[in-house]
RNA sequence: GGCGGCAUAGCCAAGUGGCUAAGGCAACGGUUUGCAAAACCGUCAUCCCCGGUUCGAAUCCGGGUGCCGCCUCCA
């Protein structure tokens, strides 16, 4: 079965091949560290964590770089000009802290919300600071190639010399010039033009080089990152879909070096998601970060889910019936985790044919869900055939030797989709005031009783013995009140923190 | 003005020419349970409108209507 992907160079799904078989080489548009990330951004960010982590499931090889970009591109940019005000100074103003400083802050925050939606770390995060020499080496080679020009105080990309400028978003480029947004500049050769290189000693981040000090242009970092870690030419480039045009068409352009090579073979990108239907963004401020999900009592993996569960290429409505829905279908994935664990014990080979059953079932379920992530990850197609089977698996498994193999298979599946142990786990340490406001966490089977609960139950338990119900039900209710929620099966009475 | 996407049950959503139109949430009836919970069985859509192509269309073509995105900082 061959893997392929909706290529948004050609606007055509086409089957994936990595230019090193059974390798892939990826990157990533990070996040701009100025703030915390929104559930946008993390929206595009699960994009990559799914490609990740199915190449890997596929038994591909996956290096992935992710760019941290700290530098701080401009509040004002015109048409990939260097205008306006940067983002981490204004951020840093109003903060009263250098831009250093708040872009350390933020990219730690950016961590800790990639841990609480159970991200996949990438290979490497490189700073766009931290790689300023790479960036003015490729302005020197565009320069020394002509392809680029120097005028006033900036170093511009000449797009005269790259005739596939457009060619990403589809965009001719006579229309863009004939559009009215870009301002005349008599500087340029052509106001298409973008800015490689801003020569301002005033601004407040700045580096040397050989055209003055100042600050390079917002394109070119994921140019020389990519180059730096992937080499020229890669596999797969990821982003939100607003970077199709002009970040992605201008780093295509900058990338190319003088030839027709596009430096990554696939792109792929994330449509925009919406809140409550409308168009989410900082402008309108009808944004949510992951920490404001959190404190409504949210769990990350329930927000995994639900951005998971969309397909990238749809246009996902986030609402918050939305997520309560998504809420009660990951619950139903870990009652099964937990119900198939809790079957009466049989020895393996009287469970044979149950065993059988299970594995051949769960073959075929496999394979189902394979071709679904196989056609340009139809997520929804294959969480269907993971349903499918929990419906399945729960007529066939009887005894524990069918429900491990049930076990086996949901935690298989996992590997990809990352939400049924992460919604098992407590929310990982170190995490600061979050830590506090992670439910609905399940407690650890066996793990972590609270001093009392187990009397309760015993307790209870005589009641019922006793058919005094009424007894009963008063310690049931009494412990959901404490938020511990009981029930009674065959193999006896089990606890929960949470349903 | 240029480029592009979407319209399937109460809600979310897969399916792009042909088996009974996946799956999830919600709802309803039943089995099970001391009662619950979970589970199981069952019920719940002919695919925005009009026209066309075809033996046959949710799926292709044309025309409407409605919603949305990019082209400007934004994932």
């Not at 870009?182 to 290189?197: M, R, T, V, Y």
């Not at 419906?391 to 049924?420: C, F, H, I, M, N």
Request: hydrophobic share 35%.
């Amino acid at each position: 079965m061959a893997i392929s992907f909706y290529n948004t160079l050609g606007k055509t799904k086409e089957p994936f091949q990595a230019l090193v078989p059974g390798q892939v080489r990826m990157y990533n548009c990070g996040p701009t560290v100025y703030s915390y990330a929104h559930l946008g951004n993390f929206a595009s960010f699960i994009l990559p964590d799914l490609l990740r982590r199915y190449l890997e499931y596929s038994g591909l090889q996956v290096l992935q770089i992710m760019n941290i970009t700290d530098v701080g591109h401009l509040t004002d940019d015109d048409q990939a000009d260097a205008r306006g005000e940067d983002k981490l100074e204004k951020k840093a103003r109003e903060e009263k802290k250098n831009p250093w400083e708040i872009a350390r802050f933020y990219e730690d925050a950016f961590h800790e919300d990639r841990r609480i939606l159970n991200l996949t770390p990438a290979h490497h995060y490189p700073r766009a600071t931290e790689h300023i020499v790479e960036m003015i080496e490729i302005i020197q080679e565009l320069l020394s190639k002509g392809l680029a020009y120097e005028a006033g105080d900036q170093v511009y990309f000449e797009i005269d010399r790259f005739p596939k400028y457009g060619l990403l978003s589809g965009n001719p480029v006579e229309e863009l010039i004939a559009g009215k947004r870009i301002e005349e500049d008599p500087q340029k050769h052509n106001p298409l033009d973008f800015c490689l290189w801003k020569k301002d000693p005033w601004h407040i981040m700045q580096w040397d080089s050989p055209w003055g000090r100042g600050f390079p242009g917002w394109h070119i970092e994921c140019s020389a990152m990519s180059r730096k870690y992937l080499g020229r030419v890669f596999d797969l480039h990821t982003g939100g879909e607003d970077n199709i045009f002009p970040h992605h068409e201008c780093e295509i352009a900058q990338s190319s070096g003088g030839d027709d090579t596009i430096c990554s073979r696939y792109w792929l990108h994330r449509r925009h998601i919406l809140v409550d239907g409308k168009k989410m963004s900082k402008s309108l401020g009808n944004f949510y970060t992951i920490r404001d999900l959190i404190a409504k009592g949210f769990c990350g993996a329930e927000i995994r889910f639900g951005l998971l569960g969309a397909h990238y290429r749809s246009q996902y409505n986030f609402t918050f019936a939305g997520l309560g829905a998504i809420r009660e279908s990951l619950r139903r994935l870990r009652e099964f985790w937990r119900n198939m664990d809790g079957l009466p014990s049989s020895r393996e080979d009287e469970a044979k044919a149950e065993v059988q059953a299970l594995e051949a079932r769960a073959g075929a379920a496999d394979r189902e869900f394979r071709a679904a992530l196989d056609d340009d990850l139809n997520i929804s197609a294959g969480l269907a055939e993971v349903f499918n089977f929990v419906r399945d698996a729960y007529k066939l498994a009887k005894t524990s030797p069918g429900g491990r193999v049930a076990r086996e298979q949901l935690l298989s599946w996992d590997r990809v989709l990352g939400v049924v142990e992460h919604s098992l786990k407590p929310p990982p340490a170190g995490l600061g005031p979050l830590e506090a406001s992670g439910p609905p966490l399940a407690l650890a089977e066996g793990t972590l009783l609270e001093a009392g609960i187990e009397e309760w139950l015993k307790k209870r338990d005589q009641a019922r013995q006793a058919k005094n119900f009424k007894e009963a039900d008063r310690i049931r209710d009494l412990l959901k009140e404490k938020g511990i929620v009981i029930k009674d099966t065959p193999q006896g009475t089990k606890w929960f923190r949470n349903p």
